[in-house]
């Protein structure tokens, strides 16, 4: 049977494509809708005022942090459920969820009773206008109990995507996201009789669409052939599964919150060079995650298919799909790379921003443009083949290095000591995915993951 040159036969490449298109476009469509809450945040915010939208933006912040845990508990439950589903242990893979689920309850809850007690407190880490702080700390005030209704069904939608339910997971997920928009529409504008509440309503909507949302997935789990969850196995941890589980997420944890702690302390120094930087860093960044929406879904599904593989030990066919993988990712960088720029004359026509946050916009679209590339490809090889191969210490140690060693250090003595222009600030903290690249792939062509 003939090969490509990739070294994968036709019949094995149709049916990679087959799988992957089927994986990507719901997962990517999911990413979409949750881009697009935040876009629907940033935008009927901005109707009201700059000021809700720069508020909003900086308390976004918490939400993201708290993402990134759970992201870690779905990363570590992608990579070991796709193994075992793959080996045919679905009893196992149960044990997998309900051990994510305990640790998503213990995060969740610590991060409910930090907005609701200290929200004011965590605003001031963020910036230092008073009013961003008074503002901010009403949203997460209310928000905060989205947490933990959103912690748990993202780990159930997780083990679906694993257990061949990609597309309806993506209808859970998209749905709650529609209603949230809806929700933000009704809550922050006043609609049907309910009088508009602005950032409190916005926070509202968030509660009441993550609740939704878990209710659809408790409900989704109590169906026959779905993977159950198991009080029994919530509470008694069987000591193996733990053992991988924590080999495969401790080195995710320490990437996450390298990176995580990176973009959070990119955006408290942003948050202190004013509301016009931080609501054109807001609008930038809303443009450069739903843009990112496909990458980011390849990512994901890279990390089931080449783990699916290396679960059954086809470890030849794995290589070839992760080269394949990455040649995606490289061209899809650059789509969105160029759909950037032919779309950024008309992101600042409709901005709804002063002068000076609009010229900010307006080179920071620039500057992002390039880092969509770099940041496909990354996407794809550190946080889904090397994840898929249980190499993410790697990312760990990448991000460590080039984030905190290199591209904080330049951005804090930009921004305070130097005090350059806020562009060349935000260009600057910006370059950390292009310095990644020769890295990346000087690791990835060893073949040692």
Known sequence: MSKNTLGITQKQQRKFNHTLAAMVIPISFQNFMIAMVSTSDAIMLGFLEQEALSAVSLAGQVTFILNLCITVLVQGTTMLAAQYWGKGEKNTVEMI???????????????????FIFPKQIMGLLSNELALIERGAVYLRIAGFSYLPFGLSQIYLCIMKNSGKTAKSTVIGSSSMILNIVFNIIFIFGIFGIPGMGIQGAAIATVLAACIQFVWTLNESKKQNSIKIKIFYILHTNKIIQKDFKRYTLPIVGNYFFWGGGVTIFS?????????????SSLVNIVRNTLACVSKGLGTAGVILVGNELGKNNIGLAKQYAKHSVKLAAIIGVVTCVLLILIRPLIIQFANLTETATEYLSGMLLICSYYMIAGSINNMVIGG????????????????????????????LAAFYFKLPILAVYFILCLDECIKIPIVFWYYRKYTW
């Not at 689920?101 to 907005?115: E, G």
């Not at 790697?394 to 330049?410: K, N, R, S, T, Y």
């Open 97 to 115: 969820r309900a051990l994510a689920i305990k640790y998503a309850i213990i995060v969740a809850t610590l991060f409910l009773i930090c907005t």
């Open 268 to 280: 408290a120094i942003i948050g202190h060079l004013g509301n016009d930087a931080v609501a054109a």
């Open 385 to 412: 083949i090397f994840c898929a191969g249980g190499k993410s210490k790697f990312g760990c140690i990448c991000d460590g290095i080039v984030l905190w060693l290199i591209v904080m250090p330049a951005a804090l």
